[in-house]
C-alpha cells in the first residue's frame, strides 16, 4: 500500500493564473485543512468551476492565515488564485485513507 502525502504547500506565480493544489496522484480523497500563509498579503481564492480554474468571481477567499475545510474525491481538482503574485496556502490531511493507520512494516 503507498504512502499517501499528508501535507503540502502551493503558491501562485501570477495573480489571475489558477493553479491546482497539486499534481500529485498520491494524494489522494479526504477532508483536508487550507490555511492562507501568514505573510500574504492580498486574497487567496479556492475552488474548481468545473473548468479547472478558480476566480474572484467563484472562488472561496481565504485572507492571510484564514483557514478552510474541504472534503473531496481528488485534491488535484482544487485551484488556487490570488489577488496578488507570491500569494499562498498550506494544506493539511486531517481524514481519509491511511489517517490514523499504523505505518507500514519496515
Given at each position: 500500500?503507498?504512502?499517501?502525502?499528508?501535507?503540502?504547500?502551493?503558491s501562485?506565480?501570477?495573480?489571475?493564473?489558477?493553479?491546482?493544489?497539486?499534481?500529485?496522484?498520491?494524494?489522494?480523497?479526504?477532508?483536508?485543512?487550507?490555511?492562507?500563509?501568514?505573510?500574504?498579503?492580498?486574497?487567496?481564492?479556492?475552488?474548481?468551476?468545473?473548468?479547472?480554474?478558480?476566480?474572484?468571481?467563484?472562488g472561496?477567499?481565504?485572507?492571510?492565515?484564514?483557514?478552510?475545510?474541504i472534503?473531496?474525491?481528488?485534491?488535484?481538482?482544487?485551484?488556487?488564485?490570488?489577488?496578488?503574485?507570491?500569494?499562498?496556502?498550506?494544506w493539511?490531511?486531517?481524514?481519509?485513507?491511511?489517517?490514523?493507520?499504523?505505518?507500514?512494516?519496515?
Open positions: 500500500m503507498a504512502i499517501l502525502v499528508m501535507s503540502g504547500q502551493k501562485v506565480t501570477t495573480a489571475g493564473t489558477a493553479v491546482a493544489f497539486t499534481t500529485l496522484s498520491t494524494v489522494g480523497a479526504g477532508t483536508f485543512l487550507v490555511k492562507a500563509l501568514p505573510g500574504n498579503t492580498g486574497v487567496c481564492y479556492i475552488g474548481n468551476d468545473a473548468a479547472s480554474d478558480v476566480t474572484s468571481s467563484n472561496f477567499p481565504l485572507s492571510a492565515s484564514e483557514t478552510a475545510l472534503t473531496v474525491t481528488a485534491l488535484t481538482q482544487v485551484y488556487l488564485d490570488a489577488t496578488a503574485d507570491a500569494q499562498g496556502i498550506a493539511f490531511r486531517i481524514e481519509g485513507e491511511n489517517v490514523g493507520n499504523a505505518p507500514p512494516a519496515a
